[in-house]
């Protein structure tokens, strides 16, 4: 089992900017690729960015990308979402999620509880 833990959400006007971070615990050794998904009311939950544990590859979705920059941390088994210029439209609950598999999906494996992101206009 992997748990997976966000912090560094909150509230920001828009133009600014806000780090989010997941720590993995358990049997890390099994996780192939980290990534974040967000959810905003009344919305289906969507890809935002992903991250092979090696941190050789990254993915984004096409709304972040330029803005948002994915990380990992091996020593310390977190990957973080610094998130740049910020629109309103990127409220939303933002979820880690850790799979033993190449990629992310609805489906992966391993989800956090979810990090409230709100963005001011």
């Known amino acids: 089992q992997v748990q997976v833990v966000e912090s560094g959400g909150g509230l920001v006007q828009a133009g600014g900017s806000l780090r989010l971070s997941c720590a993995a615990s358990?049997?890390?050794?099994?996780?192939?690729?980290m990534g974040w998904f967000r959810q905003a009311p009344g919305k289906e939950r969507e890809f935002v960015a992903a991250?092979?544990?090696?941190?050789?590859?990254?993915y984004y979705a096409d709304s972040v990308k330029g803005r948002f920059t994915i990380s990992m941390d091996n020593a310390k088994n977190t990957v973080a979402l610094q998130m740049n210029r910020l629109k309103p439209e990127d409220t939303a609950v933002y979820y880690c999620v850790a799979d033993r598999r190449f990629g992310v999906n609805l489906q992966s494996d391993y989800w956090g509880q979810g990090t409230q992101v709100t963005v001011s206009s």
């Open positions: 358990g049997r890390t050794s099994s996780v192939y690729t």
């Open positions: 991250i092979t544990w090696r941190g050789d590859n990254t």
